[in-house]
């Protein structure tokens, strides 16, 4: 019995699996198309970054979107490690990083200033052009290195140390800033911390989400941040009083729904025009 039973549920893995490779090359495959003709299948959204206790915005994270004309929008948490995979990241972070900076300077161009956030993959970064290209990209739009902020993962820090380091030292020589995205899911230790030239660190939403039970650690990341002269901001803000909890553990730095959804660069600039927090809080 115990046999026939063992059976059956390698037989139901295998199905799954099955289905579960099917629809992963199906993804591989569309998504070599759409990368074929990018401007037509992907956009950037946006979502502000708050200084809360300014009231005032102080830049935005873009974030990839891709419209599927069947399935509609996917999310990059589906096609982001795809990508990866198949090494089609290159070209479409190489798009993330043009267009966004275009976006900037459009931006400039129109008055408004502020700054932009641009997601790193690990893979990207570890590309011997990645840092080349990246100022390139800058260069080109024509917009400063210091209003651009590349996030990068713990991963990054652990996996590649001494070319990380080089690579992000040429990055701030170049006046770019440097934040660790979703902080405190990895397992970068304070001793890789202190070596590495961050600028910001980004705590986990996570964390955010069980603020009322995870509010020693993110107190430490705060402090810890402080003493190391890094900024921090809280992702995945989602409620008023996870945002007052914040201003009492003295984190000034927001984002997440409370104040704004990601969203396109014609709803930012109308999003712009009011303070982010209308009420005194
Ligand atoms: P991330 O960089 O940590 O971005 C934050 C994610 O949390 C975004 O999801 C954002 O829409 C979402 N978010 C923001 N505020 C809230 C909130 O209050 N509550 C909740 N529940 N979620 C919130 P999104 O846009 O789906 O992106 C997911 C991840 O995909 C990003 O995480 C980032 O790691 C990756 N990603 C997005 N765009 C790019 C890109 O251009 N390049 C690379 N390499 N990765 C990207
Ligand atoms: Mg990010
Ligand atoms: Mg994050
Ligand atoms: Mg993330």
């Given amino acids: 019995f115990a046999k026939e039973k063992g059976r059956n549920n390698s037989q139901l893995f295998t199905k799954s699996m099955r289905i579960f490779m099917v629809e992963r090359l199906h993804l591989q495959h569309e998504l070599r198309k759409a990368i074929e003709n990018i401007d037509n299948h992907f956009f950037l959204v946006y979502q502000p970054k708050i200084d809360v ?98 996030e990068i993962t713990e991963s990054v820090l652990t996996i590649y140390l001494d070319e990380a380091i080089d690579k992000l030292n040429l990055l701030k020589s170049n006046g770019l800033t440097i934040a660790i995205d979703d902080f405190g899911t990895g397992y970068s230790s304070l001793s890789v911390l202190r070596k590495m030239p961050i600028d910001r660190l980004k705590i986990d939403q996570s964390f955010i989400r069980d603020l009322q039970k995870d509010k020693e650690i993110v107190a430490l990341i705060i402090s810890m941040a402080n003493k190391l002269g890094m900024h921090v901001t809280a992702e995945g803000v989602e409620t008023m009083e996870q945002c007052k909890q914040l201003q009492d553990l003295h984190c000034s730095e927001m984002q997440g729904y409370f104040f704004s959804k990601p969203i396109t660069a014609e709803e930012m600039e109308e999003y712009l025009k009011r303070p982010p927090i209308s009420s005194s809080i």
């Fill in 53 to 150: 206790m300014a009231n005032k915005v102080l830049g935005v994270e873009a974030l990839l979107r891709w419209k599927h004309p069947e399935t509609g929008l996917i999310s990059p948490a589906r096609f982001i490690p795809i990508a990866e995979e198949m090494g089609t990241i290159n070209a479409l972070s190489k798009w993330v990083m043009n267009e966004a900076s275009r976006q900037l300077r459009s931006w400039n161009d129109k008055g408004i200033k502020m700054s932009i956030c641009i997601n790193v993959s690990p893979l990207l970064f570890q590309q011997a052009d990645f840092v080349e290209s990246t100022l390139y990209a800058i260069e080109e739009a024509g917009v400063e290195p210091s209003d651009v902020q590349l």
